[in-house]
């Protein structure tokens, strides 16, 4: 095999490996609710959000012919649903949540509606159909910096999830050098923010970790 091949090949199982473990964090989420039959402390927007962004990238990818798209967003739909369903039935007031979704899945179906009735030329759908995907992954990756303020005035990290952190900044990165190498600036440039908000997180978590939570933790001891 030649020696681009190999570092394709290498770039395509990083992103593969990284991203199916950034959805794999939320395993976690699944055994609490499934052990203590509740919801409490587990969120469902970052599961909703990120299935409907998982649906949007496998239609880019498969209207690309992209088999890692396809795979990836594929598998990420799937876990996603999973998690989305528990959640449900364990949530005690499900009307708001049913609600949120049926406005996702509503405002998805249109999308699809438009990119798939309405533009039929085929290099008009991927540019338009990126476009969107973009917007919403950066939407995505910038959402947890909306407890930024809650972070710092509480002077702990107790919100933020290390693991996940670590995930996504590997996912962003391999994500980032994938488009790169594609010379596809929809996949590329929406992961530019998802390795500065890691970065931040970070700095948070190193900032922070000196914070009451661990304080706390050391006179428990």
């Known amino acids: 095999m030649e020696p681009g091949g190999v570092a394709d090949s290498l770039l395509s199982g990083a992103c593969v490996l990284f991203t199916l473990a950034m959805y794999s964090t939320g395993l976690s989420d699944l055994r609490h609710m499934r052990m203590t039959r509740s919801v409490d402390n587990v969120q469902f927007l970052p599961f909703l959000t990120t299935d409907i962004n998982n649906l949007s990238w496998l239609s880019y990818g498969a209207l690309k012919g992209d088999g890692i798209l396809i795979f990836v967003n594929a598998t990420g739909a799937v876990l996603q649903t999973l998690y989305i369903l528990v959640y449900v039935h364990y949530c005690p007031r499900k009307r708001p949540v049913l609600l949120q979704t049926a406005t996702l899945v509503g405002v998805l179906l249109l999308g699809f509606g438009y ?97 009451p939570d661990r304080n706390y933790q050391l006179l428990q001891t």
């Open 115 to 211: 990119f798939w009735l309405l533009v039929p030329n085929l290099e008009t759908q991927l540019q338009q159909l990126g476009l969107f995907c973009s917007g919403f992954t950066i939407s995505m990756y910038l959402s947890p910096l909306a407890d930024l303020a809650k972070i710092i005035q509480m002077k702990s990290t107790q919100r933020l999830s290390f693991p996940l952190t670590i995930a996504t900044l590997l996912t962003s990165a391999s994500w980032t050098l994938y488009g790169f190498q594609l010379g596809d600036p929809y996949i590329m440039v929406p992961n530019l923010p998802g390795i500065l908000t890691s970065l931040v997180r970070l700095w948070l978590f190193w900032k922070y970790s000196q914070g």
